[in-house]
């Protein structure tokens, strides 16, 4: 059964740091390439961030350049999210999930056909 389980999610505040992890079961995470999403309340689902399977290719949203970086350990296959100088804004449930295309895309209709596998999220505060 392929199963992601995210980690690292809790309360920071503003300007402070946190990483949160994606770790894989049951599948092998380098044969995927992995999306970073993230819903606020009362919002959409939207685009983090992604790398590619092997070519280490990524892609950031615009409101996150510059802070985040997405990378991955395929030895423990395993995906991270290292988010620095974070706002009150990134305040939302991070999502990572797999896929075959690295996009980070807006359009929840279209994350759903791109990436396959979800995993449950974890929450991110960011409050002072």
């Known amino acids: 059964q392929l199963q992601f389980v995210e980690s690292g999610g809790g309360l920071v505040q503003p300007g402070g740091s946190l990483r949160v992890s994606c770790a894989a079961s049951?599948?092998?995470?380098?044969?995927?390439?992995i999306g970073w999403f993230r819903q606020a309340p009362g919002k959409e689902r939207e685009g983090v961030s992604c790398?590619?399977?092997?070519?280490?290719?990524?892609d950031y949203a615009d409101s996150v350049k510059g802070r985040f970086t997405i990378s991955r350990d395929n030895a423990k296959n395993t995906v991270y999210l290292q988010m620095n100088s974070l706002k009150p804004e990134d305040t939302a449930v991070y999502y990572c999930?797999?896929?075959?295309?690295?996009?980070?895309?807006?359009?929840?209709?279209?994350?759903?056909?791109?990436?396959?596998?979800w995993g449950q999220g974890t929450q991110v505060t960011v409050s002072s």
């Open positions: 999930a797999a896929g075959q295309v690295c996009t980070v895309v807006a359009n929840e209709a279209i994350q759903s056909i791109i990436y396959n596998y």
């Open positions: 049951g599948f092998t995470l380098d044969n995927y390439v």
């Open positions: 790398i590619g399977s092997s070519d280490g290719y990524t």
